[in-house]
């Protein structure tokens, strides 16, 4: 029988504090290949252990699409209940897609644990990361959204179901009863949001005309670090995906030019709908804002798809034909990975040359290469920032002279 547990419960949720030990799984078909694949799984095994789970395991099938009721076929889940078995310690399984309702109770009666999709481990990481009542609404929000069209077969008043498949007579009552509790919980959570979005908006008003520039990118690319560096300011910076959920806004003054930076929530590839459309609100300070510093971990060797995942993000909430500086950091951490010590410094910046005009080539954007961590070509940054926050102001104030 499945393990049972609360969702209410604040010691109960998501996954627990200890290191819990889990296995993930991921479909190779039409729209993902193996190394698509490969690379879902790194990143999920770091969601994993950012959320606290341990990975001991890796299962990968190639179906040409998931499977209604099991996502895996008949024989990978056989090999997976299997491995689970062997391994009393395993307390749960990580699905790289999302799961329906129907489905994750099938596997949980198969397999006799846990069993979580990346969309439920996301929310969980962002519900133990929110610090602010605007960012526990948003998440709560997104919860419910998420959770609303799964409650058949798995849920009474919030609480696990303990029972089969397919409730009826009574418990369709229940579950109609649940629906409209998640629903009056969602409308609660909008309408709660709507007055923290007009307190935000009276606050962005009295900032006065300063230019915005907002740090945005992949999560985990050291958008904090730099906010610090820039702002010389103490945000909460930490290696781990989603260290940052709230806006941090401070002012920055670059010669005698003021304006403000903000350092904002990092994107993810499959980055669940409903945390987007919860998140527009904190996304504001995006949309509003004038310029674009979009921060790569050129360290990553997926930086580039990364760079899509974030343009596609930004097209979609309404802010990618803002001025954008493209800032790639960790050049320090990529020559550590890809340089051999003995290499001379000539060939060292040949190569970094070609790098950098292969990137020209790929994006169309203005680019600074730097360290945060070392401060490499952080004056460079300073100085591209500043002509083009200078800019800015001349465009917005075109018959006051502005003497910067």
């Not at 729209?31 to 299962?59: H, I, P």
């Not at 999709?117 to 919860?143: M, P, S």
């Not at 509790?181 to 606050?203: G, H, M, P, Y």
Request: aromatic share 8%.
């Amino acid at each position: 029988m499945a393990k049972d547990w609360n969702v209410g419960e604040k010691e109960k949720k998501g996954i627990l504090k200890e290191k819990e030990q889990a296995v993930l799984v991921g479909l190779i078909h039409q729209d993902q290949s193996e190394a698509m694949v490969q690379e879902y799984l790194d990143e999920l095994e770091f969601l994993a252990l950012t959320a606290g789970a341990v990975t001991v395991k890796r299962f990968v099938q190639k179906l040409p699409h998931p499977d209604k009721r099991t996502f895996v076929g008949k024989g990978k889940l056989e090999e997976i209940e299997a491995f689970v078995q062997e391994n009393p310690a395993i307390t749960m399984v990580i699905f790289d897609d999302d799961l329906s309702g129907k489905q994750v109770n099938i596997l949980e009666e198969q397999l006799k644990v846990k069993i979580i999709d990346r969309t439920t481990l996301i929310l969980d990481i962002f519900a133990g990361r929110a610090q602010t009542a605007q960012a526990k609404t948003q998440v709560e929000l997104a919860q419910m959204q998420y959770l609303l069209p799964r409650l058949r077969g798995l849920w009474t008043h919030l609480e696990r179901q303990r029972g089969g498949i397919g409730m009826r007579g009574p418990g369709e009552k229940e579950i109609e009863t649940d629906r409209r509790i998640v629903r009056e919980k969602i409308s609660f959570l909008k309408k709660k949001l709507e007055k923290i979005d007009l307190q935000n908006e009276t606050q962005r008003k009295q900032r006065g005309e300063l230019i915005r520039v907002s740090l945005v990118g992949y999560t985990n690319v050291g958008k904090s670090t730099l906010m610090n560096l820039l702002s010389k300011s103490d945000v909460f910076a930490e290696d781990k995906l989603f260290a940052t959920l709230d806006t941090t806004v401070r002012k920055i003054v670059f010669g005698n030019m003021p304006f403000l930076l903000s350092d904002t929530v990092g994107f993810i590839r499959k980055l669940p709908h409903h945390l987007v459309e919860s998140f527009k609100s904190t996304l504001d300070e995006v949309r509003e804002s004038d310029i674009l510093l979009h921060v790569v971990d050129i360290a990553h060797p997926q930086h580039e798809d990364q760079i899509r995942t974030v343009d596609s993000i930004l097209q979609e909430i309404g802010a990618l034909d803002k001025p954008t500086l493209l800032v790639f950091n960790k050049m320090d951490r990529y020559r550590e990975m890809h340089y051999d010590a003995y290499i001379d410094e000539e060939a060292r910046q040949e190569i970094e040359e070609g790098i950098k005009g292969n990137l020209k080539h790929n994006f169309d954007y203005d680019m600074a290469f730097i360290s945060a961590q070392t401060k490499e070509n952080v004056e460079e940054l300073r100085q591209k920032m500043y002509d083009m926050v200078r800019e800015q102001y001349l465009v917005r104030y075109p018959y006051q002279a502005k003497h910067w």
